[in-house]
């Protein structure tokens, strides 16, 4: 159990003025320690359309979380886009509109707690926690959390133009192709939105929601819907009308 005194907000302070060269390193570290994780991962998102993968403290977490922003859902995608901190006790309730489970892609994780970086209103990034041993968590662990990821933020602005290059001593792993697969799902669910006048939320979970009624993956679905028009007749269910209109409205 983790103490209510915590010193989140301090030991990130701490963290960032010990000069920036591999700040992501030093930010999940603390994180992942004060909060009693067992890994961490920080993921950027210069654009709603490009991820990037700042640093994660194993491949485990960098397993965590390119599988949930291939998907285009979990809770580092949900705290990211809403802007709004998301904990997960149990992650096997975690509700899902793809298949399969998130829970079977992350075996060994009981809690996910992920921090929004964010703005003026405008989804900058997001730092997640995978808890492999049940912990408790409290409301008050995650306010102190999330008014550190603020302070985490203000260092990464700062670090990023200067330090964010292919020297920076920091692991890097092969996550191009995952970034690529968020970047498609990203446009169709825009495409979507701007053809129905709806969020991109919205868009995205129409995208979701056909993927899981005809069984195909999302980013399958996603490629269809960015197809040029004169192939639409081949979208699922669709005859003369836009994809969406066969899987009824765009949902709320």
Known sequence: MLEE???????????????????????????????????????????LEHWQLLHATDESALQAEAAQFTRAEGPSVSAALEMRPVFVPDLRDYPCRTSPHLSEQLPDTHHVLALPLHARHTPIGVICLYYAER???????????????????????RWRPV?????????VWSTDTRAARWERIHQAAAYVAAREDCA???????????????????????????????????WPGAQDSPPWHAAGSVPA
């Open 200 to 234: 991109t939320a919205e868009g995205l979970a129409w995208l979701q929601e056909v993927s899981a009624r005809d069984g195909q993956s999302l980013l399958d679905v996603a490629d269809t819907v960015l197809q040029p028009s004169h192939a639409h007749q081949e």
């Open 135 to 157: 912990t408790q968590v409290t409301d008050t662990h995650i306010t102190h959390a999330q008014h550190a990821a603020g302070i985490a933020l203000e260092e990464l602005l």
């Open 5 to 47: 005194s915590l010193s989140i907000v301090h030991d990130v302070s701490v963290a960032a003025a010990v000069g920036r060269r591999a700040l992501p390193n030093r930010l999940c570290t603390v994180f992942k320690q004060s909060l009693g994780a067992q890994r961490a991962a920080l993921s950027w998102l210069p654009r």
């Open 163 to 171: 330090h964010a290059s292919t020297d920076c001593h920091r692991p």
